[in-house]
């Protein structure tokens, strides 16, 4: 009941944040990069904030240790103005990055939450050390940025997100300990808020997330998924990054390709996996929903790591990123010219097809 009051008052505020943002400037004009045809107000992500911040610290007030709840809420305030700046102003890169550093800094030293050790098959277990503050601050910085990258279409990143954390979720209520239980709540609490906003988000959209939105929910879920890495080990390393599978793979191949075409890697294009899939006849919102079928694809195979011993789990994902480079070379996310792997099958199919007529 808590949860569906959280996404009803998220799907009531949208409308008054959508004021807002014409009020504050923060429209998203249509140009060469944008999709839209029209402006559109963006920061989307405030209703989404004011609708978690409340569940959690109103309707679930009891469910979560408060020194923890406001260290990390300090850290989504930072996260959330360094949104609402950009959307109004649009900052630089390095001014966004700047922002996701200090709220990473409230995360490691003020919440607590960061990585200790790691554990390697056949080799033990290590302590991190002082390599743990590099890591988590990494960790975050990636996770944020990677859901700020797929945030090219209506709905697209908010339903990607609903998956991801609805799945992280489920894993952590079963498979994590009791102690840690807390955490799926907390998760399923900002899941209730994103589907309110959803329907407001959806193609044809009213409103944008926005900086403030795609930085917020990556933030979040940085956070959540550090959680259950606290004590890393093969299997919970590889649950987190399968179910974050689309946003790290945009982002994975984003850089290679920018790399491989002596490009910034910061600099934005029309090549992301989104980009690729329109330019392939689909429409926007079947692209969308395509993108959401993959997700949900990643989010089950997640589902299977728990269940499954180390032998099982190493397989499972090399069969994964075998499927993953066959779509993402059929689909030309690196470049039309560069398929190594499918040329691999069609020089190896065509020795076969020799030999048999020999």
């Keep these: 009941m808590k949860l569906f009051l959280t996404m009803i008052l998220s799907a009531v505020i949208t409308p008054l944040v959508i004021k807002l943002a014409y009020i504050l400037g923060a429209v998203d004009n249509p140009n060469a990069r944008r999709v839209n045809k029209k402006p559109m107000p963006t920061m989307g992500g405030l209703a989404i904030f004011i609708a978690f911040t409340f569940s959690t610290f109103v309707l679930l007030r009891n469910q979560f240790p408060s020194h923890e709840l406001f260290s990390v809420f300090l850290a989504e305030v930072i996260i959330i103005l360094t949104g609402i ?11 966004k990055m700047a ?75 079963f498979f994590l ?47 959540f998924s550090l959680k259950g890495l606290k004590n890393v080990t093969f299997i919970t390393t590889l649950i987190p990054v399968v179910i974050l599978g689309v946003p ?33 006849g689909l429409s926007h919102r079947q692209t969308v929903l ?38 993402v070379e059929s689909i030309g996310l690196i470049g039309d010219n560069r398929q190594p792997f499918l040329h691999a099958i069609q020089k190896f199919i065509k020795r076969l097809e020799k030999n048999n007529r020999q």
């Design 248 to 280: 790290i793979t945009d982002t994975v191949y984003a850089m290679l390709r920018r790399f491989l075409n002596k490009k910034p890697i910061t600099q934005a294009d029309k090549h992301h996996l989104h980009h690729r899939l329109m330019q392939l």
């Design 85 to 95: 700046i950009d959307d109004i102003r649009e900052l630089s890169p390095k001014a």
């Design 290 to 327: 395509v993108i959401y079928g993959l997700a949900l694809v990643f989010a089950f195979i997640s589902l299977l790591f728990p269940l499954s011993n180390f032998w099982s789990s190493l397989l499972l994902a090399v069969a994964l990123l075998i499927g993953l480079e066959l779509f």
């Design 177 to 223: 300990n009791f102690s840690n239980v807390y955490v799926s709540i907390w998760i399923f609490a900002l899941v209730a808020a994103l589907i309110g906003f959803l329907p407001h988000n959806f193609h044809p959209a009213s409103i944008f997330l926005g900086d403030t939105g795609a930085l917020f929910i990556g933030f979040m879920i940085a956070v």
């Design 99 to 173: 922002g996701i550093f200090v709220a990473s800094l409230v995360i490691y030293f003020l919440a607590g939450i960061h990585m200790d050790q790691i554990v390697i098959p056949f080799l033990g277990t290590f302590q991190l050390g002082w390599w743990g503050f590099p890591i988590t601050i990494i960790w975050i910085l990636a996770i944020t940025n990677a859901v700020n990258l797929i945030d090219g279409l209506d709905g697209l990143a908010t339903g990607v997100s609903i998956i991801g954390l609805f799945t992280m979720g489920v894993v952590g209520y």
